[in-house]
């Protein structure tokens, strides 16, 4: 078992990527944590909702909104059995409206990352890490929050260099 884990939050289906909609069998932050797993021998956890946004880009846009602006706590499917064992947790997730999926919100409140590194990356098209680390610090103020990655979702599959680089 390894000391560190990759856990993201990513979504196939209909997404906007390079300007288009386009439909992904494998999401872009998805690709990106596999990179990062593959890259640290780390293990991955996939944070995935108990009730999934549509696969139709617009009415997910309009659902993940709604639940930001609720600032609503989706369920989730599962959570890690323990962190316990791992000191450094890659967290990855697409950014919606200058932040982290709320999903993810749920999975950092229900953890204690006390001691734990955390770095984040995220998958995006033009907006960066938005204020997600701040919301990171906020909610995990024990654990010590690194510099994040931005990765442009539409060049994910070419991004191992800059991701080794940050890794």
């Known amino acids: 078992m390894s000391d560190k884990l990759v856990a ?6 209909e997404n906007y990527v390079s300007g288009m909609i386009k439909t992904l069998d494998i999401g ?3 690709i990106a ?29 309009a659902q993940a909104q709604a639940d930001q602006n609720r600032n609503s706590r989706p369920e989730l499917i599962a959570y890690p059995e323990t962190l316990e064992q791992y000191s450094v947790i890659y967290l990855g997730f697409p950014n919606y409206w200058g932040t982290m999926p709320m999903a993810v919100f749920t999975f950092l409140e229900h953890s204690d990352f006390s001691g734990k590194i955390i770095k984040p990356f995220c ?18 103020p024990d654990a010590n929050v ?12 070419m991004s191992e ?3 080794e680089k940050w890794v």
């Open 28 to 30: 872009n932050t998805e």
């Open 33 to 61: 944590a596999g990179i990062i797993a593959e890259l640290t021998d780390a293990d991955t956890f996939k944070i995935e909702q108990a009730q999934p946004y549509s696969k139709n880009y617009n009415e997910c846009i």
């Open 8 to 13: 993201f939050y990513s979504r196939a289906d």
């Open 123 to 140: 998958t995006h098209e033009g907006s960066g890490l938005g204020g997600s680390v701040n919301d990171i610090k906020k909610l995990c």
């Open 146 to 157: 690194e510099t994040g990655l931005a990765i442009r979702g539409g060049s994910v599959k």
């Open 161 to 163: 260099t800059e991701i």
